[in-house]
């Protein structure tokens, strides 16, 4: 009998030569197209697949789409609007957890990764089915089937037998095969964009003769910017475009096409792209809108355009860009509507926004900083910010990525993507969204807190290693830095300055960015002394005066550079009467060459002429800002990076002791049942299962059985109300500290009844609780981000949560370097560690839980909301004292793809 088909486990895949298909499960209506792949397959291949050249193939074929999708559960990899087979992968129960599985791929498909990516998508489903491990018996002469196996990053064990090799696959992913599966991908993202920045022959659909129209525009810039490579203007209602020969249709050109910009209206556009997919293009840049921006027609529009694209195995940038470029002189493709070429450089760049992408570009080359490649990506309906950014990873003519984003379409790929390319390549990021106008309402304190802002984005930019920017202009600030000077390996400041006012607001702006403005050892302040007037000042910022020439800043740069407590330096000009802003440049220059340490050297030519001229030739670029505040934010933010950069990546911590698959029972049973928010009851068994620590409680359904309870646990109480919806007890008098005996804990229960049913809650039951040892009350909480997976929260706890809004956010699952950077960046860290002469909190009792509440949340994605709060910390260690768990059906289980280690 076949189950309900998980329509969910379809997904669009790239191969290792940019090239794409579909794989999905199989249906059983897909039996003709299974029979005639089988059928399709080299003599060699069937007998390797079913170990005889002489197999039933009708046979095989209905056996293959007889699927229930749990014991018997089938995958087809398919090409083609028709759907054309040109993989498969199987498995069938044959124990508890144990399935035996077979796989085959077509003979042209080989050798291009589709096999990994089938037995990835196989080992996912049979894991999320019980199954714990796959067999295969593999005949020895299938060597490129053992290959698979052995390099996909999967534990396995072989068993070499006569003929054949055992093949045994535990379906549970190692970091191994995640890092696997993430070289398998970036070779993909290159593959694809290489047609799009390095194509031998480009076409122009929509190339008009009218300059100042977008598609004449293109035209121009392709012929203009000098393309290496023919350049084919289609325009069906011109026989000449710009002097060029025109064709009515892409299939009129002569030879191969690799790269196609459109630039018709929205509705011809999806007839464009089934003509390109007839000649085989491989990439497609879509200029036009009209798509997902405007509406549900749009969406359509968009999904059809999609469709052709992946049928066809073409990539696709846009639809709603403005365009890509590649400013390397070997290349020179300006397939933008820009009015400027920027000049070549390091930088790699992408814009969600089209008209900024044209502002950036100007600004760019008004900058001097040198652009390798561009992409304005629109509706990032295919290629989209992760793609590019592997791109850049491996581009040897890209230094540092600049990124501008309205949007995450994975943010936990990102996350994962961009911390591995961070550590070789620096990313500099604007997200634009910054307000709270379209948080979510949440329930719980937690959820308070982190939808109060794009806490989540800063978040994973910060665990990424992403430096976020407030604007396109502070940026370019740190762009310029980056791509131009080596990164600090610390805080330490001098500024060098010829006025005391700039320099003071550079010190300033120095201090609330997190850096220190050093004091100067004594012997670097003797050697200043000896060329500086007396009225110059030596301290730290050095004011040389107004008299200071470009010889005296030479020599500055050079004593204060060589000061090992300085890890950068400022310097600031403001033109007097009689030093000219060229020499005070050279000598900058001068300086910079005869330095002794790889430091960052920033100037600051506060002037209405500019940056000088000298500062930007020869091989010294040193970065110029307008204000000092302008330098010493950019400064800050590149700082953060180096730390970020020389911090040691973190440790995703092993809990053996968890009981995950009883964790998953409770959670399943919740479901079952309808329920919204766990019962005490099984929040306290479901934090149970992960090893932490509750306070000791007893529940009850009457006052009089609360009486009896605190009799039982004896000493000091504190009773809770429990009723439906009711998170924040506190506010509703739901909770009673401090009692004594029964008779105080019937007296409170009656009192409490009362006020609970005046606020609308019914009280359903007590929960009677031991007090525990005072400590610092402090909060452990969970919020489920549709986008961003579970984000966690750690933070100052206790009924003024909200009021103080001293919370770090991290995005799960964490390591033991997360935990550790949360609890000691709160305001609250200081009352951790003996705040005043007060015994130190067991610290790492509290990364602990943090730890295990992090594993909880990404083991389970049925727990949207989680809420510890107080979580008491003393120096014992730390005990939750109330916790609240929502629970709502998952989704899929995250793909391969979207998997993140720290």
Avoid at 176 to 204: C, D, K, M, N, Y
Avoid at 230 to 237: E, G, H, K, L, S
Avoid at 258 to 266: K, R, S, T
Wanted: aromatic share 4%; glycine share 10%.
């Amino acid at each position: 009998m076949t189950g309900l088909y998980p329509s969910s486990r379809e997904a669009d895949v790239v191969l290792r030569d940019g090239s794409t298909v579909r794989i999905r499960p199989v249906r059983p209506t897909d039996e003709p197209a299974v029979r005639s792949f089988l059928e399709g397959l080299s003599r060699q291949s069937r007998a390797l697949r079913f170990w005889s050249g002489a197999a039933n193939l009708e046979r095989a074929a209905a056996w293959e789409v007889d699927v229930d999708y749990k014991d018997r559960y089938g995958l087809v990899a398919t090409t083609g609007s028709e759907e054309r087979v040109v993989g498969e992968a199987m498995y069938r129960r044959i124990g508890t957890d144990r399935a035996e599985a077979a796989f085959a791929v077509a003979d042209a498909h080989q050798r291009r990764g589709l096999g990994t990516l089938l037995l990835a998508q196989l080992a996912e489903a049979a894991e999320q089915n019980g199954i714990a491990v796959l067999e295969a018996d593999v005949l020895a002469a299938n060597h490129r089937m053992i290959e698979v196996f052995r390099r996909s990053g999967f534990p396995i064990r072989l068993r070499a037998e006569p003929g054949e090799v055992k093949v045994e696959v535990v379906t549970s992913l190692s970091p191994e095969g995640i890092e696997r599966f993430e070289h398998l991908e970036q070779l993909a993202s290159v593959a694809s964009l290489q047609s799009f920045f390095t194509p031998r022959t480009v076409a122009v659909v929509g190339a008009s003769r009218s300059r100042g129209t977008i598609g004449g525009e293109i035209f121009h810039n392709l012929l203009a910017t000098g393309f290496n490579g023919p350049i084919y203007p289609v325009n069906p209602n011109a026989n000449h475009v710009q002097s060029v020969t025109a064709y009515g249709s892409v299939n009129e050109v002569p030879g191969p096409v690799d790269l196609v910009v459109i630039a018709v209206p929205a509705s011809g556009v999806a007839g464009v792209a089934r003509e390109c997919a007839e000649k085989g293009v491989k990439a497609l840049v879509v200029i036009s809108a009209g798509f997902s921006e405007t509406g549900e027609a749009g969406v359509e529009l968009q999904r059809e355009l999609l469709a052709i694209c992946r049928a066809a195995g073409m990539r696709m940038i846009g639809p709603n860009c403005m365009g890509i470029l590649n400013a390397d002189p070997g290349v020179s493709l300006n397939a933008t509507f820009a009015p400027m070429f920027p000049p070549h450089g390091r930088v790699g760049f992408l814009s969600q926004s089209g008209a900024l992408g044209l502002a950036v570009i100007d600004h760019a080359r008004d900058l001097g900083l040198g652009i390798s490649t561009f992409a304005s990506v629109g509706n990032k309906a295919d290629i989209s910010g992760n793609d590019l950014i592997q791109y850049w990873e491996s581009d040897e003519g890209t230094d540092l990525i600049l990124l501008y984003l309205e949007s995450f379409g994975n943010p936990r790929k990102f996350s994962r993507t961009a911390r591995r390319v961070g550590r070789s390549k620096p990313i500099v990021a604007v997200k634009s969204g910054r307000s709270s106008a379209g948080a979510r309402a949440t329930s719980s304190h937690t959820g308070a807190l982190i939808a109060a802002s794009d806490v989540t984005v800063d978040a994973l930019f910060r665990q990424a290693g992403v430096v976020r920017t407030e604007t396109l202009e502070e940026m370019f600030d740190v762009a310029s830095l980056l791509a131009n000077q080596p990164h600090p390996a610390g805080k330490g400041v001098a500024i060098v300055t010829n006025a005391g006012g700039p320099g003071i607001l550079c010190a300033d702006t120095c201090d609330a960015g997190g850096l220190a403005v050093v004091e100067l050892g004594g012997e670097t302040r003797s050697k200043l002394s000896a060329f500086l007037p007396p009225e110059a000042s030596v301290t730290n910022p050095i004011d040389m005066i107004a008299s200071a020439t470009g010889a005296d800043y030479r020599r500055a740069i050079e004593v204060v550079a060589s000061d090992s407590s300085v890890d950068a330096v400022i310097v600031i000009f403001i033109p007097p009467l009689v030093t000219l802003a060229a020499d005070v440049a050279r000598a900058i220059c001068d300086a910079a060459a005869q330095m002794t340490r790889s430091i960052p050297l920033l100037t600051v030519f506060m002037s209405a002429r500019g940056v000088p001229e000298e500062l930007q030739g020869g091989d010294v670029r040193i970065p110029s800002y307008a204000f000092p505040e302008d330098a010493a934010r950019a400064l800050a933010l590149s700082v953060g990076y180096g730390i970020w950069l020389a911090t040691p990546e973190g440790r995703l911590p092993d809990h053996p002791d968890i009981r995950r698959d009883e964790a998953d029972a409770l959670v399943a049973t919740a479901l079952g049942a309808g329920s919204r928010w766990l019962t005490p009851d099984a929040v306290q068994r479901l934090l149970s299962c992960y090893g932490l620590s509750t306070a000791e409680s007893r529940r009850a359904g009457t006052a009089e059985g609360a009486g009896s309870a605190a009799d039982e646990l004896g000493g000091q109480v504190v009773l809770k109300a429990v009723a439906p919806e009711l998170v924040h007890k506190t506010e509703a008098g739901a909770v009673r500290l401090n009692l004594s005996g029964s008779s105080d804990v019937r007296r409170a229960a009656a009192d409490m009844a009362g006020s609970a049913r005046r606020s609308g809650h019914e009280v359903e039951s007590w929960l009677v609780q031991r007090m525990v040892p005072e400590g610092v009350e402090m909060l452990v909480g969970v919020v489920h981000d549709p986008l961003f997976g579970p984000v966690v929260a750690c933070g100052a706890g206790g009924v003024a949560v909200e009021l103080l809004n001293d919370v770090e956010v991290r995005l799960a699952p964490l390591s033991d370097l997360d935990a550790a950077t949360m609890v000691r960046s709160l305001a609250t860290w200081p009352l951790l560690d003996g705040y005043r002469g007060a015994p130190k909190a067991n610290v790492e009792a509290l990364e602990d839980v943090l730890l295990r509440i992090g594993a909880l949340v990404e083991n389970h994605p049925a727990v949207v909301e989680l809420d510890c709060n107080p979580v008491m910390v003393s120096p014992d260690g730390a005990v939750i004292v109330d916790a609240r768990v929502r629970v709502e059906p998952a989704g899929a289980p995250a793909p391969i793809s979207a998997r993140r280690r720290a």
